[in-house]
């Protein structure tokens, strides 16, 4: 007998644990199972972009476009009426009760609640609606959100920044490499133009020299058939190898060897012709003949100064002469 009630003891203890588990995994199913935290990062977003100062006042205009506030809000002022009172159903204002039974029965709205009143709770700050109003505020931060999104406002700005600095920078790179080309054709052309002058210089001093040289060694000849010569071929020298290194356009190097040839004084001039003895006037006749072949080749050093269009038309002109004369190779 005492076996027996402590049997049922047991059973009774056990089916009570079931009915209690299964009672909890119920309410565990019941529970939703994808509830989403209130602190979510969307409306973390939302709460950061909408109540800064540079959007408040957009938030309270969308949310009294939609309804939401009643006309008269101003952010400035921090000062907002919501439109629908706390726990309405929606815009229509409808809403329901539960009676005694556990049955819900339709109430209808208040003149509060209805569309276009002014709900309870007074006036409120911007912060304190986006608390307490959390569905309203949501609606219109969105809406905001998104109009801002297809006006390419700052949200769309801030949400395409990552997705646009390569296009951007794609952008750009037709100014950047113009840009670049522009500086090295810059440089290159200065660089161009500073060996141009430099060349220049450096012809028209050398050639100063020889033609200095040369006047020297001529008026001391006429005196006395072994004058130094030394000066004059050093000139000479230093002239021949500045012709050398002439750059340019193929007719203006092909004058500058031309006149390389034909540079008088490669040596002294003699004293004698065919085994005469040259007298002062011999000698002077001497020293004319070679003045007038220095001045004649130096002439030619100086045209050797003339632009590049010149020498490039000339070559141009020598080209077609070349072609067209008797004998050529076509």
Request: net charge neutral.
């Amino acid at each position: 007998m005492r076996g027996a009630r402590r049997f049922t003891a047991y059973a009774a203890a056990v089916h009570g644990a079931a009915v209690c588990g299964t009672a909890l995994l119920l309410a565990a199913g019941a529970a939703p199972a994808s509830a989403a935290p209130s602190a979510s990062d969307e409306r973390d977003v939302q709460l950061v972009y909408c109540l800064s100062d540079a959007h408040r006042d957009d938030l309270v205009t969308a949310a009294v476009a939609l309804g939401l506030l009643a006309p008269g809000g101003t952010a400035g002022q921090d000062s907002v009426q919501p439109v629908r009172p706390a726990g309405s159903a929606g815009p229509s204002g409808a809403a329901s009760s539960v009676g005694p039974s556990g049955a819900a029965s339709p109430v209808g709205p208040s003149p509060s609640a209805s569309a276009g009143a002014v709900g309870s709770g007074g006036r409120m700050t911007l912060r304190q609606w986006a608390g307490r109003r959390t569905d309203d505020f949501t609606r219109a931060c969105s809406a905001l959100m998104a109009a801002e999104a297809d006006s390419g406002g700052p949200a769309a700005q801030g949400s395409g920044a990552e997705d646009g600095w390569f296009e951007t920078f794609l952008k750009g790179l037709p100014a950047l490499a113009a840009g670049a080309l522009l500086t090295l054709g810059g440089q290159f052309s200065e660089r161009v133009s500073s060996e141009r002058r430099l060349s220049r210089q450096r012809l028209r001093t050398d050639e100063a020299a020889f033609r200095g040289a040369a006047r020297t060694y001529l008026t001391a000849y006429e005196s006395d058939p072994e004058a130094d010569h030394a000066a004059v071929l050093s000139t000479r020298e230093a002239l021949a190898g500045t012709l050398f290194r002439i750059s340019g356009p193929a007719a203006r190097r092909r004058a500058a060897a031309l006149a390389v040839e034909r540079l008088p004084l490669a040596g002294p001039l003699p004293a004698s012709r065919e085994g005469v003895v040259l007298g002062s006037e011999g000698r002077a006749r001497e020293a004319r003949e070679a003045g007038e072949a220095v001045d004649l080749v130096l002439r030619t050093v100086s045209a050797l100064d003339r632009g590049v269009a010149h020498w490039a038309l000339r070559t141009v002109v020598e080209w077609r002469a070349g072609r067209t004369a008797p004998g050529a190779a076509v």
